[in-house]
């Protein structure tokens, strides 16, 4: 039998404040801890648009009915202002006792300010079994475990079944290539101007692109050699001018979210991460859209093993300056543990920490297409941002030169070695 799919619920807190008042909500007093004699610890969780993750609270709620010593102060803030908001509170000492990292490639800025404590021996004495992470060692940072990967998101294939049908083309397979795919759109392009059918989606993001470009481990957004991006883009051109997908300038002009063509029925295929699995379902139960979806393995370049992706992970790790590095550990073993990992499949999210029964358990959440559990297996998963200090500076500098090559401003191999540049400077080579 199906689980049934849990729908976001809202919460009320606001979502946004000033660092004033961010802090003063996050003071480590022993009033506000609540241990003036009550025995019970307090920890303060800051988190970013409550709301939109109702997991967040399924999380906390499971906490404190195990943990009935320890409350969680969970502090909102808007998406847009999170980063900031963290590092203010960082900045400021004891302000937050659990470090939730909403880019996982800035984890490093925080351990070289010497924020983020060693879990390194908390994970030795309790024995965690490390195997089960995605990407765990990712996160190792000169010898020292600054956070464990709590939520994981990679790139899959969603599709149409209508349209293929309607087509008379097969549905995509687990093992297909990216010029097996670029061929398939062809197929499944159809009608003109407001009737037209899309064979194929890419989104603005760079890393609708690149993604495909690092697929195979070997390179990174790093670079600073970006030759090797450029098949990736060959094939994003020449499908714009073939006309099997929408061209990114009528993408970026008219601002289109990814979401809509797919979910309004004008594109048969979009790859796409695994979060947006939970959007499908929550809008085919509210009745604003009516798609016969389904999931394939995100295609791969020729010669790298199907089942090869990209993605990304969210960690969490404690303050290094925390009074309550012991409480905050037992939060972050239950959230980013098999507890934790149960609350976010009820929700339809994809936790760091796996075992054989992940997939299943996802597939089996109401509204899920069949065949979903075989489709989002993998044999492995490259970060699209590498774990690095630099990534962040570097993928604002590939953002920018990405729209050169989409809008054609420039050929594609002065761009590239533009790229090259911008990106040894920022890393000092």
């Known amino acids: 039998?199906?689980?049934?799919?849990?729908?976001?619920?809202?919460?009320?807190?606001?979502?946004?404040?000033?660092?004033?008042?961010?802090?003063?909500?996050?003071?480590?007093?022993?009033?506000?801890?609540?241990?003036?004699?009550?025995?019970?610890?307090?920890?303060?969780?800051?988190?970013?648009?409550?709301?939109?993750?109702?997991?967040?609270?399924?999380?906390v709620d499971g906490f404190e009915e195990t943990h009935p010593d320890?409350?969680?102060?969970?502090?909102?803030?808007?998406?847009?202002?999170?980063?900031?908001?963290?590092?203010?509170?960082?900045n400021g000492g004891s302000a937050c006792d659990i470090v939730y990292i909403k880019d996982g490639d800035s984890t490093p800025s925080y351990a070289e300010k010497g924020q983020l404590e060693d879990l390194t021996p908390y994970i030795e004495k309790d024995g965690i079994?490390?195997?089960?992470?995605?990407?765990?060692?990712?996160?190792?940072?000169?010898?020292?475990?600054t956070a464990i990967p709590f939520k994981t998101d990679y790139y899959v294939l969603y599709y149409n079944k209508d349209i293929f049908d309607a087509a008379?083309?097969?549905?995509?397979?687990?093992?297909?290539?990216?010029?097996?795919?670029?061929?398939?759109?062809?197929?499944?392009?159809?009608?003109?101007?407001?009737?037209?059918?899309?064979?194929?989606?890419?989104?603005?993001w760079q890393a609708c692109v690149e993604n495909w470009a690092v697929q195979d481990g070997k390179n990174t957004?790093?670079?600073?050699?970006?030759?090797?991006?450029?098949?990736?883009?060959?094939?994003?051109?020449?499908?714009?001018?073939?006309?099997?997908?929408?061209?990114?300038?009528?993408?970026?002009t008219s601002n289109i979210a990814y979401a809509s063509?797919?979910?309004?029925?004008?594109?048969?295929?979009?790859?796409?991460?695994?979060?947006?699995?939970?959007?499908?379902?929550?809008?085919?139960?509210?009745?604003?859209t009516n798609v016969n979806w389904g999931i394939a393995t995100l295609p791969h370049p020729d010669g790298v093993p199907a089942g090869s992706t990209v993605g990304s992970i969210t960690p969490m790790g404690i303050n290094a300056n925390s009074e309550y590095k012991d409480e905050a550990w037992e939060f972050i073993k239950y959230a980013c543990g098999e507890e934790g990992a149960n609350s976010l499949i009820a929700r339809g999210q994809m936790p760091a920490y796996q075992d054989e029964n992940t997939l299943n358990d996802l597939a089996a959440l109401e509204g899920m297409p069949e065949g979903s559990a075989e489709a989002m297996k993998?044999?492995?998963?490259?970060?699209?941002?590498?774990?690095?200090?630099?990534?962040?500076?570097?993928?604002?500098?590939?953002?920018?030169?990405?729209?050169?090559?989409?809008?054609?401003?420039k050929p594609i191999d002065d761009v590239l070695k533009e790229m090259s540049d911008r990106s040894k400077e920022i890393q000092g080579e």
């Open 261 to 288: 063509p797919f979910q309004q029925g004008t594109v048969a295929t979009l790859p796409m991460g695994t979060w947006f699995s939970s959007m499908m379902i929550a809008k085919k139960d509210a009745g604003e």
């Open 221 to 252: 957004i790093l670079g600073p050699d970006y030759s090797f991006m450029k098949p990736a883009y060959e094939m994003a051109l020449r499908m714009q001018d073939a006309g099997t997908i929408m061209d990114y300038s009528t993408l970026k």
């Open 129 to 145: 079994d490390t195997s089960k992470y995605v990407s765990f060692d990712e996160l190792n940072i000169d010898g020292k475990q």
């Open 70 to 90: 320890i409350k969680i102060n969970v502090v909102d803030v808007a998406s847009s202002e999170y980063s900031n908001k963290l590092s203010v509170m960082l």
């Open 378 to 409: 993998t044999t492995s998963i490259v970060l699209d941002r590498p774990i690095d200090s630099a990534s962040a500076e570097v993928n604002q500098m590939l953002s920018e030169e990405h729209s050169l090559i989409m809008i054609k401003e």
């Open 168 to 204: 008379n083309v097969e549905y995509p397979s687990n093992d297909m290539t990216w010029s097996e795919w670029e061929e398939m759109c062809s197929k499944l392009t159809s009608g003109e101007g407001a009737n037209k059918i899309y064979g194929g989606y890419l989104h603005t």
């Open 1 to 59: 039998m199906k689980k049934k799919f849990v729908k976001t619920m809202a919460f009320g807190l606001a979502a946004t404040m000033t660092a004033t008042t961010l802090l003063a909500g996050c003071s480590n007093s022993s009033e506000d801890k609540g241990n003036s004699g009550s025995g019970t610890v307090t920890l303060t969780f800051p988190v970013w648009d409550l709301a939109s993750n109702p997991y967040l609270n399924d999380i």
